[in-house]
T-cell receptor
């Protein structure tokens, strides 16, 4: 069974600054995917970024990038040039690669507040 | 294109009553998932449909929960009879077959009193 741990319940960052959200996971799988999802207040959860475990290169999507350390089972999300619209709950999630779609295992989430 | 839609957005029921949650996935998405988040805890998987078939229902808490997806389109999740510990936010998600990106609905907040 997989577990995903997000140990920080809340974080706050000043607008335009950079913030890093931590996530660790535990699995015996060798192939898997890792995700960061964002849920703004009263809105639906959307995918921020995805990383395939077999890829060594860290995924990047505009201001969002990850630091994927496979040996350490760490998957942190860096948000550069934080914007007010980044205020949301962020969930780290794991999906094993089974050749067919599988379920997501989530962490508890972290509430990020961006201060003007 | 419409996203994943869930009805109702909120439901407050008394212990022992029945509630049915509905999820309309994105058209053409064969995968449909139900998840639940109890206050302060992780979002937990409940079950997974591929078209109308239950692919994985290992997360269903007990036999008070019944999920259906007739015709492989929308899905319902019925809780009968509801208990206090069933309170939480129920999320539905859908995805294309063999695609890892899941699209989530806004969730149904269920409160059992």
């Amino acid at each position: 069974a997989q577990t995903v741990t997000q140990s920080q319940p809340e974080m706050s960052v000043q607008e335009a600054e950079t913030v890093t959200l931590s996530c660790t996971y535990d699995t015996s799988e060798s192939n898997y995917y890792l995700f960061w999802y964002k849920q703004p207040p009263s809105r639906q959860m959307i995918l921020v970024i995805r990383q395939e475990a077999y890829k060594q290169q860290n995924a990047t999507e505009n201001r969002f990038s990850v630091n994927f350390q496979k040996a350490a089972k760490s998957f942190s999300l860096k948000i550069s040039d934080s914007q007010l619209g980044d205020t949301a709950m962020y969930f780290c999630a794991f999906m094993p690669y089974t050749g067919a779609n599988s379920k997501l295992t989530f962490g508890k989430g972290i509430t990020l507040s961006v201060r003007p | 294109e419409a996203g994943v839609t869930q009805f109702p957005s909120h439901s407050v029921i008394e212990k022992g009553q029945t509630v049915t949650l509905r999820c309309d996935p994105i058209s053409g998405h064969d995968n449909l998932y139900w998840y639940r988040r109890v206050m302060g805890k992780e979002i937990k998987f409940l079950l997974h449909f591929v078209k109308e078939s239950k692919q994985d229902e290992s997360g269903m808490p007990n036999n008070r929960f019944l999920a259906e997806r007739t015709g492989g389109t929308y899905s319902t999740l019925k809780v009968q009879p509801a208990e206090l510990e069933d309170s939480g936010v129920y999320f539905c998600a859908s995805s294309l077959l063999h695609n890892t990106e899941a699209f989530f609905g806004q969730g149904t907040r269920l409160t059992v009193v």
